[in-house]
Every structure is written in structure tokens, then in C-alpha cells.
């Protein structure tokens, strides 16, 4: 009887399922040598992450490319990650720098200043009202100056506190709070919401 | 409490992107499935005499420092390996000695296999 059980124990045993609820607990099984762990993170937080880098870059290949530099850069220096720190919060802010950097290179690239008030673009209101509602909004995320874009994409679209957006973005508080009322301020003006 | 206008609403209904297809299996294939760099085996021997040896520098360092009689005990130990080294007879002693073990080792020495024949009964 225990020889019939042998094997399916011993596949039971070597089965890897990273079922953990907590990050860090995944973070400790990759750190321990378990690197499919850091897999189950990937899968947690590759759509966000890509998210946040799209609507910062505003380029679907530039943004899957810092989502890629960004898990690349978790995964090389995991043993960094501060223990009682929040994973989201870690590879949020790696992603975040990592889309800073490539806005910089571009600046310098185009030697060309970035606006801070919303790009009105050519003739947007004829070209808006053709898209769904989604697609309305969207667009006119994509118009706000970089450091509203992300604050929305963080707090509107990911569900993130005020607090955690701090944190990543590396502002206070206060600073987030009204980049995100003068994102939405912009956004209504953008979209003809009279509210 | 947080008052949400419409703005608010409409942006927390919109939904994330999907992220290009192929974006979770490039980042897995340089993190997770990249060839991780090989660690250097060391077996246990190796590894506790690494520790022994540790542990006795430490163990002579921290003396030496500490206790002033084991310092003079250490350097008369050393001066007599001192005196030794400078004798003369001491060096050509161990010259020789050298050397022998040298020529031992360099004479083309075949080991000799030694037939045994069964006992005739």
C-alpha cells in the first residue's frame, strides 16, 4: 500500500502552487531558492504594472518594455525588497522610475519641453465624439500632462490610496491629492463634462 | 468620506487595458526561466575546515590583541622558528631533505604486480 502511495505522494510534494494571499510570502519563497514564486507576482501584477506604464508613456511598445525592465530589475535585486514593505508599492515605484527615465531620454532625445496643462491636440472634439465613452476617457487621459496621467491611472484605474500613490511617486500627500483634482479638472474641460 | 462626481465614477468604471499578448511570458523568460548563474558547490568538509580556520584566526587575532602574554608567547614561538631558519645546518638539512623527496619522486618507479599462483593441493 505505501509503495502504491509513493509516487503520488512524492508528486504532491514536489508540486509547486504558489497559492499564498500575501505578496510577501511569495517574495520569501523566491528569495528561498523557489524562483517560480516570483512567477505568481508576475501574474498579479503584470496588467497593472503595464497599465501604469502605458498611461505614463502613452506607447503600448515603450510601456511593454518597461513593464519588462521593471520585473527584471524586482526579480534582480528582490533581496532589497524591505520586509513589512508592500510588494505592489515596490514594483509600482520600480516601474514609475523606470517610466521617468525613458521620458527623460526622450526629452533630451527631442530636446523638446514637456506641457503641463492638457495637450489640446488637433481638432479633438471631432475625433472624440466618434469613440465609445472608454475610449472618450481614455483619449483624454492620454492629453494630461505625465505626472496627472499617472495619479489617475493609480488612484481611478488601480484602486490605490492616496497614501501608497505617495509613496511610489515619491510626492507628498497633499502634492497627490491635487494633481489628482487638477487632472480631473482638466479632464472635464476635455471631455465638455459641465460638472 | 470621500464625495465622487461623475468624473470619478467614469474613471473608476474604466478598465485596465490587457496588456499585449506575449508580455507575461517575456518577462518570465528573463526572470524566472532565465538560466540562473551556477553556485559553487562546496562540500561540507570544505566548508567547516573554511570555518575552523576562521574561527582560529579570529580566536589568534583577538588574543593577540587582548592578552599582552599571549603577543610575547606568539613572538617567542616565532623567534625560535626564526633561529631555526637562520642555522645553517638547520637549512641544508632541509635542503636535503627536499631534494631527496624531488629525486624520489621523479625516478620512474613502476608499481610491481606480484603473480600469486594458486596453492597446489
Redesign the interface.
Known amino acids: 500500500m505505501a509503495a502504491l502511495l509513493a509516487p503520488s505522494l512524492a508528486r504532491v510534494s514536489t508540486a509547486r502552487t504558489f497559492t499564498a494571499d500575501d505578496d510577501a510570502s511569495l517574495v520569501a519563497l523566491a528569495l528561498a531558492g523557489q524562483?517560480?514564486a516570483?512567477?505568481t507576482l508576475?501574474?498579479r501584477y503584470?496588467?497593472?504594472v503595464?497599465?501604469l506604464c502605458?498611461r505614463t508613456l502613452r506607447d503600448?511598445e515603450e510601456a511593454?518594455d518597461a513593464?519588462?525592465e521593471a520585473?527584471?530589475k524586482a526579480?534582480r535585486g528582490l533581496r532589497t525588497f524591505r520586509p513589512g514593505a508592500k510588494f505592489s508599492t515596490w514594483i509600482f515605484s520600480i516601474a514609475y522610475h523606470a517610466c521617468c527615465d525613458r521620458l527623460n531620454r526622450k526629452r533630451r532625445f527631442s530636446d523638446a519641453e514637456i506641457p503641463d496643462r492638457a495637450d489640446p491636440g488637433p481638432g479633438p472634439a471631432a475625433q472624440v465624439e466618434q469613440l465609445d465613452?472608454?475610449s472618450r476617457?481614455?483619449a483624454a487621459i492620454d492629453r494630461l500632462p505625465e505626472k496627472y496621467r499617472t495619479v489617475?491611472t493609480m488612484y481611478?484605474?488601480?484602486?490605490h490610496q492616496y497614501e501608497e500613490i505617495a509613496r511610489v511617486l515619491d510626492l507628498p500627500m497633499g502634492t497627490v491629492k491635487t494633481h489628482l483634482f487638477r487632472a480631473?479638472e482638466q479632464?472635464?474641460k476635455l471631455?465638455g463634462?459641465p460638472? | 468620506m470621500e464625495q465622487y462626481?461623475?468624473?470619478?465614477r467614469?474613471?473608476?468604471a474604466?478598465?485596465?487595458?490587457?496588456?499585449?499578448q506575449g508580455?507575461?511570458d517575456?518577462?518570465?523568460a528573463?526572470?524566472?526561466r532565465a538560466p540562473?548563474p551556477e553556485r559553487v558547490n562546496a562540500g561540507v568538509f570544505e566548508v567547516a575546515g573554511a570555518g575552523v580556520a576562521l574561527a582560529l584566526l579570529a580566536w589568534l587575532t583577538l588574543n593577540i590583541v587582548v592578552n599582552p602574554a599571549f603577543a610575547a608567547a606568539i613572538n617567542r614561538v616565532l623567534g625560535m622558528f626564526e633561529q631555526a631558519l637562520t642555522n645553517p645546518v638547520m637549512l641544508v638539512s632541509l635542503a636535503l631533505g627536499f631534494s631527496a623527496v624531488f629525486i624520489v619522486s621523479m625516478l620512474p618507479l613502476e608499481p610491481v604486480r606480484v603473480r600469486v599462483r594458486a596453492g597446489r593441493s
Do not use: C, M, W
Not at chain 1, 481611478?156 to 484602486?159: A, E, F, I, K, P
Open positions: 524562483a517560480e516570483f512567477g508576475v501574474e503584470d496588467r497593472a503595464y497599465n502605458l503600448s511593454k513593464a519588462q520585473f527584471f526579480f465613452d472608454a476617457l481614455r489617475i481611478h484605474l488601480q484602486g480631473k479632464l472635464r471631455i463634462d460638472a | 462626481d461623475d468624473i470619478d467614469a474613471l473608476f474604466l478598465p485596465l487595458e490587457a496588456p499585449p508580455l507575461r517575456s518577462i518570465l528573463i526572470t524566472v540562473q
